[in-house]
C-alpha cells in the first residue's frame, strides 16, 4: 500500500525558505516519476514539480528557478527546496506518484504559510 509521508511546512515571511520532505513506502520508489502538488482551499490539487526516475524535472513556471525538486532512492524521499517564498505559495503541499497510481493515495500534507 501506497504511504506517503510529508513534513517541513511551516509559517514564513515572504522572501523566506522551506525544505519540505515526503518519506514514500509501499511501491517501487526508484522506478516511479514523483511530484509535489499544491492545493488552497476550492481549488483543485496542483502538480508543482517533478521528477523521474533518472531526475528529469519539470516545474510550473510560477516556481521556476525558485523550488528545486530532488530524490534520493536510499531512504526513499523525495524533497522540495523552497527560496523567495511568495503570499502565492500559501498551500498544503503534497507529494505523489506522477501520475498518482490511486486518488486514495494521499499522505496528509504538509501546510505552508507565507505571511508578514
Known amino acids: 500500500q501506497v504511504q506517503l509521508v510529508e513534513s517541513g511546512g511551516g509559517l514564513v515571511q515572504p522572501g523566506g525558505s522551506l525544505r519540505l520532505s515526503c518519506a514514500c513506502s509501499?511501491?517501487?520508489?526508484?522506478?516511479?516519476?514523483m511530484a509535489w502538488y499544491r492545493q488552497n482551499p476550492g481549488t483543485e490539487r496542483e502538480s508543482i514539480a517533478t521528477?523521474?526516475?533518472?531526475?528529469?524535472?519539470t516545474y510550473i513556471e510560477s516556481v521556476k528557478g525558485r523550488f528545486t525538486i530532488a530524490r534520493d532512492n536510499v531512504p526513499e524521499i523525495v524533497y522540495l527546496e523552497m527560496t523567495d517564498l511568495k503570499p502565492d505559495d500559501t498551500g498544503v503541499y503534497y507529494c505523489?506518484?506522477?501520475?498518482?497510481?490511486?486518488?486514495?493515495?494521499w499522505g496528509q500534507g504538509t501546510r505552508v504559510t507565507v505571511s508578514l
Open positions: 521528477i523521474s526516475s533518472d531526475e528529469t524535472t
Open positions: 505523489n506518484l506522477h501520475p498518482p497510481f490511486s486518488e486514495k493515495d
Open positions: 509501499g511501491f517501487i520508489f526508484e522506478i516511479n516519476s
